[in-house]
């Protein structure tokens, strides 16, 4: 079968949540079923580790798809077009978005509509792009997956979608995300926070993360403990809000606040297997690979009880209300006073990680490839 995959963010150095799962999966799905015929759709020129085997050809489409009017012309137009003319089987978008008028079967990964709940987190045009086009995605897919049971009910409920249309596969987590020693913690500790002990975050820094909120619940902890843990956030500075700008010059402990900005992996998983804990609050997410990752390194988790989250983290997390900055407080405050917390907290990520892993999300996901190519003999 000819597959055609969208990969346009599969960008070395720079993979997020969507990349991850596209890079993970199909990874995986290619070198496990090469008797399909892969063509990667790529927005520029594409770095050789993402041609996975010999069974993977890589198009570059133009133009480079990275504004809402250029998604448009991407989509509709390039992809379109190859799909019509080379009589592709299969199209996949790992990341939701599909041509519109496509006779092509289509599976299409839609990870969340955080956008239909909090439009304002996004710029205007991309908002305005989203609000539009992602109902009509969801409704023209021959088949959508989503990865979580949360995701699967909002597309159901807020976009009229049948359930037997909506599949879910969970994210994992990269192997790398391992506990290490104490003396590697000591070693990690000292470069990232001059050696003090210190909760982490992971995640874009954009509005539905809370950061700012977050940063206020820390300000809280310090100010009620006098305690020397600082606070780690790790996340493309890029997506710098001003409201994370303003909460920074008002907080009386600013001094405390460590703003990484992207890392390599290598040193993630360091940094997030020393910390006391991952701090983890958004206001809405479709899953959160970092509390799976931190889960890898028998991590302890402080997390929103909204959305996803709960599902997630199941009984490895010490939940809080994402809008109520002294219960954050009063959470990470727990973490550090109570051992017996920490352990149990420790002992039950230890233990939810193997729920999640890429080799599961893989041969789930490839359970839908299956289903449609099959389809589409049948009707040939």
């Known amino acids: 079968m000819k597959i055609a995959v969208n990969t346009r963010l599969l960008i070395k150095n720079k993979l997020e949540g969507i990349g991850w799962f596209t890079y993970e999966t199909l990874k995986r799905v290619v070198e496990n079923h090469p008797e399909h015929e892969y063509i990667f759709l790529f927005d520029r020129k594409p770095h050789p580790d993402f041609i996975f085997s010999n069974s993977v050809k890589a198009v570059v489409l133009k133009p480079?798809?990275?504004?809402?009017?250029?998604?448009?012309?991407?989509?509709?137009?390039?992809?379109?077009?190859?799909?019509r003319k080379n009589k592709v089987d299969l199209f996949i978008s790992p990341d939701g978005f599909i041509p519109t008028r496509c006779k092509t079967p289509t599976l299409n990964v839609i990870h969340d509509i955080n956008f239909h709940h909090y439009p304002k987190g996004l710029p205007l045009l991309t908002r305005v792009y989203y609000q539009h086009f992602f109902p009509i995605f969801a409704k023209n897919a021959t088949q959508i997956v989503t990865v979580s049971q949360y995701s699967k009910n909002d597309l159901i409920d807020s976009y009229g979608i049948k359930p037997s249309k909506v599949s879910v596969v969970h994210n994992g987590a990269n192997n790398i995300f391992v506990p290490i020693s104490d003396d590697l913690k000591t070693k990690v500790r000292k470069k990232t926070s001059n050696g003090a002990p210190y909760f982490v975050f992971v995640g874009a820094l954009n509005p539905r993360k809370n950061v700012d909120r977050l940063l206020c619940a820390f300000d809280i902890f310090k100010q009620n403990t006098n305690d020397n843990h600082k606070l780690v956030i790790v996340g493309e500075p890029m997506f710098m809000t001003k409201s994370i700008e303003h909460t920074l010059k008002t907080m009386k402990h600013n001094d405390s606040v460590i703003f990484t900005g992207r890392l390599q992996l290598e040193e993630l998983t360091q940094v997030v297997a020393s910390a006391t804990a991952l701090t983890f609050v958004p206001y809405f997410e479709g899953f959160g690979i970092p509390m799976v990752e931190a889960m890898y390194c028998h991590v302890p988790i402080i997390a929103s009880n909204v959305t996803s989250m709960p599902e997630v983290a199941g009984d490895a997390a010490y939940y809080v209300d994402p809008f109520n900055e002294s219960q954050i407080a009063e959470a990470m405050e727990q973490l550090v006073k109570n051992p017996e917390l920490r352990a149990n907290l420790i002992a039950k990520a230890a233990e939810r990680k193997h729920l999640f892993n890429w080799d599961k999300t893989a041969q789930n996901f490839y359970q839908y490839i299956e289903e449609l190519t099959t389809t589409s003999i049948d009707n040939a």
């Open 64 to 83: 480079q798809a990275r504004h809402p009017f250029l998604w448009y012309i991407w989509f509709q137009h390039s992809v379109s077009s190859f799909l």
